[in-house]
């Protein structure tokens, strides 16, 4: 289709306006906004589209701004062999006027005339591809939906193969068939759910189907069932009486049985009886037998006992008379013997006695001796206590000594003295008290100061000396009491003298001698004794002396000698151990002959008790056998026996006989069978009353459930099933049909796209190349014909991800291609419409799209309505119109 | 010399599926129909009693309002109609529709249920029937040579009812069940019996060379293979004579048709032999169709066969596919004028048509689909 000219009037903004286009090539469009460059597009398709009534919305919007007039369009065309005019006027006066010029003129209005046009377009023009040739303004740019043109596809069609089209007939079929497919089938390609329910009422009828057979079979099975409890009822009852017959028999033979027990039992029991009467008989016979037997045999014991008791005696009388002579020679050695120990014990005596004798003259000497140095000793010991003047001692006195006769000396010299000497005996008191002396005696005395003397009654001499140094009389004064010191510690008076005192010193060293010679003789005497006990020694012996005299005179006829007493009594010893032996001998003697007639006589005493016994025994079992003889007579007892076993061997016939009874009836298997037989009538009653209530049960179920109906409830869900397994059938039959019909021609299709979509590709290549070089290539879409990716300087960018200006590019492209390819076959195709594009492609840019426009629009109606003219100035040969602000024509 | 109707194989109760509900409601009726079509056939022909041979009823779990209604035809009988149970609906220790509720407390007193062996005088008649009754579905041994070994030589006329396959004719010789055709003639000949009335055959068929033993086929037809049914015999009995005369009883026909179609011709002529059937509403058609026709054929045979489907009791088509293979003819491509991927589709889906397998239907139903939505053929 190409347009040649539009007019417009009252169409929204627009007052009046008429625009004419270049029917190949492009066709520029310019005018400010507002200016009705948009609208134009839109009274295009509203002219072609819409009827002169209606009043849907586009053409309410096409109301005009300025006056209440209907919007009028005219638009003069080509289509196919077509040329015409259209006029159309909606809302007010709305009017139609189709103009036919070619190929044959004709002229048509009102409905007529909108529907011969739409005719004529259905049959031209391919509405897909012309909308999808638009590409508006303000509308997100995308694609145009050039998968959907059965132009394009026809074109590209034959591009691809040459062959006969798939154009609009083909298209129209596709359709069909995709809503036949869809009656079967989801957009998705799923049953639809009247298909699914379908299928599952089947399944569900066949499962209704299934479940009222086995109802049925199952009611058979159950009439079966109760035919063969009834048979079995009936068996059950002839076994029943069966068996009770038989029970009824087994019971006679039980009782019979019972019968022969019992008379087992008394045969067993007088069989017993006769058993122990036979056998009290035999023991009663052999006790008689046993009776004399022991009357015969206990007079033999009795006999030999005599016989035994004879012959011990002539050997007792023997043995008693060795046992008188044995106990004559045993009291003889026993005498001599007391007399043998007695003459020993008296030389015993005799040697003691003259032993003791010597024993006491050394025992008394030695005590002697022991007294006379203990007394000397003593003596010695008194006179060492009483002198004291050791020989230490000596010297000091004999140094004082000297010493107070030095002092003395000295002082003397020094002082006066007084010497006085006795005319007469007189008393001179005084001084140093009183003294007497006699004719001839003085005595000297220093004077020291005054010195009183009375001389008797006499004379009072006084004297008064002069006074000596102090220290003379001190030094003697001293030298005085060491010597009287010297002396008390000495023991001796203090006026002794030195030569006394020499004397005793002298004494002293005699009495240690004595002391020592005392101690030597106590030692000799005593030695390892003390002097009791030698006192005591002596006495012992003494003693012993007195007592030997006393008994014996005191002088005894005794040997002289220790030696001969000793032997004397060592022959006395001698005679006695003899005599001792000899007893010994006797003794034993004696208690052999003792012994061995204590054995004799025991032997004697016993066989003696034995004769008593065996006599007793004999008189016993003799007055037993008689009494028992006149009780019952020994033939009695041997006919009463015989009689017994007569007796028993009658009754153990009449016990072999019963037990031969009771085992003919053959016990253990009668109660077996009465027992077995009871238990299977007890299990045979039982089934039977199970079986009874079974068949009752059986019954009833069959009874009421029989007419139920199920076989014609089973009979209408078979029929039903039969129709709807049937009617799925078909359905299926045709889903199967329709979706391989469906399935085969989109592959086909998509096969035949993916042909044809290389001259496409080619043609929107060729156009790219112009604008970006020859690095530019793009993949398509075979069932959309949709720019997938571009691929630039061996970049490929999908097409999402392209910029704005680029995808704007692609676009236009694309529409040019197009148009390109169809109307390249017959002339046919539709016009390319550009509105606005391009705002973001840059100014360098521009010219190339624009030489690519001029390439693209050689032989096809490109519409380009812009408000900035300049961005086509690339597009070499453009028509360009200029609109200006609406004024009414 | 006495007059009896025999028949069997009643079959009261019986569904076919491939019956509508409403053809299956008509098909029931026409069979208590039948029955009374009999007992009036009974009283036209002077008869002094009926009997039937086995499978009174389908089933022995019928609706007890199935009972009612052929309890309630029973009742137009003006004779002793004796009935014997048989393999469908065996008298059973319990759960027998003869014992239930609903058959006792309809049964008309003129109609006696044959329950042992024993010979039963018939009222009013010097007859006696002797009933070979089923007492299981799946009995051991030959019931009518059971019933005919305790017999006596009769003394009036005596008729054996009987039912099941006789064992000279069964395809199932291992059968215990099977009749033993020797040992009834043998009764027959030692005048134990006189007539042997046999059921479970649904075509009348006379057995073996007596004249006596007879199968009466059942009263309204039951299946396509019956080769005599919608019959009832008229039996005229003495020791000395037997005449067997048919009545027709049943007036529904089940016929199985096998069409040879090549090409538009055929496909009339099937349209003119469904035409031409008689009392359609009452017929059952099953048709099987064998041959290659085209497109335009093969619409025009659906168009036929719907066209009678409604007029019929029932169509039934056989469901053996492959033996109509429909394949488009190049006249019928050309014409269709498709091109492209459509032609190219045509192309496969013929191939796919041609083969000899399974897919072959469903391509020639898709082409069949493809010609009509393209509008071939109109």
Redo the contacts between chains.
């Keep these: 289709m190409k347009v040649h000219r539009i007019h417009l009037r009252n169409y929204k903004g627009v007052e009046d306006l008429e625009v004419e286009l270049a029917l190949d090539g492009v066709t520029i469009i310019e005018g400010p906004n507002e200016v009705g460059k948009t609208t134009i597009a839109e009274a295009l398709s509203l002219v072609l589209e819409q009827p002169d009534s209606s009043s849907r919305s586009v053409v309410r919007d096409a109301r005009p701004v300025h006056n209440d007039a209907g919007p009028w369009v005219e638009v003069e065309l080509s289509t196919g062999p077509y040329r015409l005019v259209v006029e159309k006027r909606w809302l007010r006066s709305p009017m139609t006027h189709l103009r036919v010029l070619e190929p044959r003129a004709e002229e048509v209005t009102g409905r007529q005339g909108h529907e011969r046009l739409r005719a004529i377009l259905a049959e031209t023009l391919d509405e897909q591809l012309f909308r999808a040739l638009h590409h508006y303004q303000g509308v997100e740019l995308q694609q145009a939906a050039l998968g959907s043109s059965p132009s394009l596809?026809?074109a590209l069609?034959a591009a691809a193969t040459g062959?006969?089209?798939?154009?609009q007939?083909?298209a129209s079929?596709?359709e069909?068939?995709r809503e036949?497919w869809l009656r079967y089938f989801t957009p998705g390609g799923k049953p639809i759910a009247e298909r699914t329910a379908a299928s599952k009422q089947v399944q569900a009828l066949e499962q209704e189907v299934l479940a009222a057979r086995a109802q049925?079979e199952e009611?058979?099975g159950?009439?079966?069932r109760?035919?063969d409890l009834?048979a079995r009822l009936g068996q059950l009852r002839e076994e029943l009486e069966r068996c009770d017959e038989a029970l009824a028999e087994e019971r006679a033979r039980s009782e019979l049985l019972q019968d022969r027990r019992l008379a087992l039992l008394e045969a067993e029991k007088a069989h017993a009886t006769a058993s122990t009467e036979k056998e009290d008989a035999r023991r009663r016979v052999q006790e008689r037998a046993a009776l004399r037997e022991e009357v015969t045999s206990t007079e033999r014991a009795a006999e030999e006992a005599e016989r035994e008791t004879e012959k011990d005696r002539p050997a007792l009388g023997a043995a008693r008379e060795a046992v008188r002579a044995a106990s004559e020679r045993q009291g003889r050695a026993r005498s001599a013997l007391v007399e043998a120990a007695q003459q020993e014990k008296q030389a015993r005596g005799v040697e003691e006695y003259r032993r003791r004798l010597i024993s006491r003259d050394l025992w008394s000497e030695r005590l002697a001796n022991a007294r006379a140095g203990r007394a000397g000793l003593e003596e010695a010991r008194r006179v060492l206590a009483a002198n004291l003047m050791d020989e230490e001692r000596l010297a000091a006195i004999e140094e004082a000594s000297l010493a107070i006769t030095e002092a003395g000396a000295h002082l003397a010299a020094s002082t006066g003295s007084l010497l006085v000497e006795a005319l007469a005996d007189v008393v001179v008191t005084g001084g140093a008290g009183a003294r007497t002396l006699r004719p001839g005696e003085s005595f000297e005395q220093a004077v020291e100061g005054e010195l009183v003397l009375e001389v008797g009654e006499l004379a009072r001499l006084t004297v008064r000396g002069g006074a000596p140094e102090r220290s003379l009389r001190e030094a003697l004064g001293e030298a005085e009491r060491r010597f009287a010191d010297l002396l008390r510690e000495a023991g001796l008076p203090e006026d002794s003298t030195v030569v006394q005192c020499r004397l005793a010193a002298q004494q002293r060293r005699e009495a240690i001698a004595s002391e020592q010679r005392a101690e030597k003789l106590v030692k000799d005497s005593l030695r390892d004794l003390s002097l009791e006990r030698l006192e005591a020694e002596v006495a012992d012996d003494e003693a012993f002396i007195a007592s030997f005299e006393e008994e014996h005179g005191a002088s005894p006829d005794v040997p002289e000698t220790l030696e001969a007493a000793r032997s004397l009594r060592e022959q006395a010893e001698a005679r006695r151990a003899a005599a001792e032996e000899e007893a010994d001998a006797a003794e034993a003697e004696l208690a052999e002959a003792r012994a061995r007639h204590d054995a004799l006589y025991k032997a004697g005493a016993d066989r003696a008790a034995a004769l008593g016994v065996a006599r007793a025994l004999q008189e016993r079992a003799s007055d037993t056998l008689r009494l028992a003889r006149e009780l019952e007579a020994d033939e009695a007892l041997d006919s009463a026996l015989e009689r017994c076993s007569v007796a028993l061997v009658g009754a153990a016939r009449r016990l072999a006989e019963a037990q031969a009874a009771l085992a003919a009836l053959d016990p253990g298997s009668v109660e077996a069978r009465l027992e077995n037989l009871e238990a299977r009538a007890r299990r045979l009653t039982a089934e039977r009353g199970e079986l009874e209530t079974e068949?009752a049960t059986?019954?009833t179920?069959?009874?009421v459930?029989?007419?139920?109906?199920?076989?014609?409830?089973l009979?209408?869900l078979?029929?039903r099933?039969?129709?709807e397994a049937r009617a799925l059938e078909r359905t299926e039959?045709?889903a199967?049909?329709?979706n391989?019909?469906w399935r085969?021609?989109v592959a086909?299709?998509e096969?035949?796209q993916r042909a044809y979509v290389a001259p496409f590709r080619a043609a929107v290549e060729r156009l790219g190349r112009i604008v970006y070089g020859p690095s530019f290539s793009v993949e398509v879409d075979h069932s959309t014909l949709a720019v997938a990716s571009r691929t630039l300087q061996g970049r490929t960018v999908a097409f999402d991800q392209l910029s704005t200006g680029a995808r704007e590019q692609l676009c236009v492209m694309a529409r040019l291609a197009c148009a390109g390819i169809v109307a390249g076959r017959d002339g046919g195709g539709a016009p390319v419409i550009i509105d606005d594009a391009l705002g973001w492609t840059d100014r360098g840019r521009l010219d190339r799209i624009g030489a690519a426009f001029r390439a693209a629009s050689r032989n096809c109606q490109v519409v380009v309505l812009t408000c900035d003219p300049s961005r086509y100035d690339g597009i070499g040969d453009a028509v360009v119109r200029h609109l200006r602000p609406s004024a009414p024509a | 010399m006495v007059r009896f109707i025999h028949s069997a194989d009643w079959q009261i109760?019986?569904?076919?599926?491939?019956?509508?509900?409403e053809a299956?409601s008509r098909y029931s009726e026409a069979r208590l129909e039948a029955i009374r079509r009999i007992a009036e056939l009974a009283a036209r022909e002077s008869c002094d009693f009926a009997v039937v041979a086995g499978d009174v009823f389908?089933?022995?779990?019928?609706?007890?309002?199935?009972?009612a209604r052929a309890l309630d035809a029973l009742a137009a009988f003006e004779v002793p109609v004796f009935l014997l149970p048989g393999n469908h609906d065996p008298l059973?220790?319990?759960?027998?529709?003869w014992?239930?509720?609903?058959f006792l407390a309809r049964c008309p007193a003129n109609v006696v249920v044959l329950r042992d062996d024993r010979p039963l005088a018939v009222p009013g008649c010097p007859a006696e029937v002797v009933g070979a009754l089923w007492?299981?579905?799946r009995p051991v041994e030959d019931l009518v040579a059971r019933a005919l070994s305790a017999l006596e030589p009769a003394r009036t006329v005596r008729v054996l009812v009987g039912h099941g396959s006789i064992d000279e004719q069964s395809p199932d010789p291992g059968n215990p069940a099977l009749i033993n055709l020797r040992s009834a003639e043998q009764a027959i000949a030692d005048g134990r019996v006189h007539y042997v009335a046999l059921g479970d055959r649904h075509s009348v068929t006379e057995v073996g060379s007596t004249g006596r033993i007879w199968y009466s086929g059942t009263p309204l037809v039951t299946d396509y293979d019956e080769v005599e049914p919608n019959r009832a015999l008229l039996v005229s009995l003495s020791p000395e004579g037997c005449a067997v005369e048919r009545l027709d009883v049943g007036d529904w026909a089940f016929r199985r048709q096998r069409f040879e179609l090549s090409g538009l011709d055929d496909v009339e002529e099937v349209g003119r032999w469904l035409e031409e059937l008689p009392d359609k509403r009452r017929c059952v058609v099953k048709a099987s169709f064998v041959g290659t026709v085209s497109l335009a054929a093969r619409l025009r045979l659906d168009k036929v066969l719907d066209e009678h489907r409604d007029l019929l009791a029932a169509l039934e088509v056989s469901d053996r596919r492959t033996d109509l293979a429909v394949l488009p003819s190049d006249e019928e491509i050309g014409d269709l004028?498709?091109?492209?991927?459509?032609?190219?589709?045509l192309e496969?889906?013929k191939d796919?048509a041609g083969a000899q397998d399974e897919g072959a239907?469903?391509?020639q139903?898709?082409l069949?689909?493809?010609f009509r939505?393209?509008g071939g053929g109109s």
């Design positions: 596809a026809a069609d062959q006969a089209v798939a154009g007939k083909e079929l596709l069909l068939v036949e049925l009611l058979e159950l009439a079966e109760h035919r009834a068949i059986v019954r179920t069959l009874s459930r029989g007419e139920e109906g199920l076989q014609d409830r009979d209408a078979e029929s099933l039969e129709r039959r045709a199967a049909a329709a391989l019909l085969r021609l086909n299709r096969a035949a | 109760g019986m569904s076919r599926h491939f019956l509508s509900p299956q389908e089933s022995n779990q019928l609706d007890r309002q199935v009972v059973l220790s319990a759960g027998s529709l014992d239930s509720q609903s007492r299981t579905k004028g498709l091109g492209g991927f459509v032609a190219a589709t496969e889906l796919l239907a469903t391509a139903d898709a069949a689909l493809l939505l393209a």
